[in-house]
């Protein structure tokens, strides 16, 4: 019996919802007036940062959830988890790279912007080259999914 995937629909839904309460709680004249100590951090950046940081790690659980699942499948599903997950960790990097900056970017001296950039270059780079890595490493496995996705497709049960 193939294993309850319903779970995905939650996370995605759980993730949306935060995305969407970001912005509109951000967006409020309230939040965006109220400063937190400081009149550089108002209450509508650290919203939104932790709305779009929780959607981000919520994500990656996600891609962590959807590896194991694939793993526990057996067969060549064990194969795609890798590719799964490098997947994941790809997007939530660089897009906690834009999340990060719109937060502390009144807060970051000129000097400390140099690290960070190159922080989040080597950490993209290094997710993309475990990604190339495992769908090279697991091609046969991705290229049998795809046949039998399209397959089906043709072909409905």
């Known amino acids: 019996m193939a294993k309850n995937w319903i779970w995905i629909g939650?996370?995605?839904?759980v993730i949306v919802v935060a995305l969407i309460l970001g912005a509109a709680i951000g967006n409020l004249?309230?939040?965006k007036s109220a400063t937190l100590g400081t009149p550089r951090l108002t209450a509508a950046a650290l919203v939104q940062f932790i709305a779009y940081g929780g959607a981000l790690a919520l994500l990656w659980f996600l891609g962590l959830r959807l590896s194991r699942q694939l793993?526990?499948?057996g067969g060549t599903a064990v194969n795609l988890s890798t590719i799964a997950l490098s997947l994941m960790t790809l997007i939530v990097i660089a897009s906690a790279y834009v999340v990060l900056m719109q937060f502390i970017?009144?807060?970051?001296?000129?000097e400390v912007k140099p690290f960070i950039d190159w922080t989040f270059i080597v950490g993209t780079l290094a997710a993309a080259v475990w990604l190339v890595w495992a769908i090279f490493t697991d091609s046969e496995a991705l290229l049998e999914a795809i046949g039998k996705a399209a397959s089906r497709g043709k072909n409905p049960e």
């Not at 970017?105 to 000129?110: E, N, Q, V, Y």
């Open 10 to 13: 939650k996370y995605v839904f």
């Open 29 to 31: 004249a309230l939040f």
């Open 71 to 73: 793993r526990e499948g």
């Open 105 to 110: 970017r009144p807060f970051l001296a000129h």
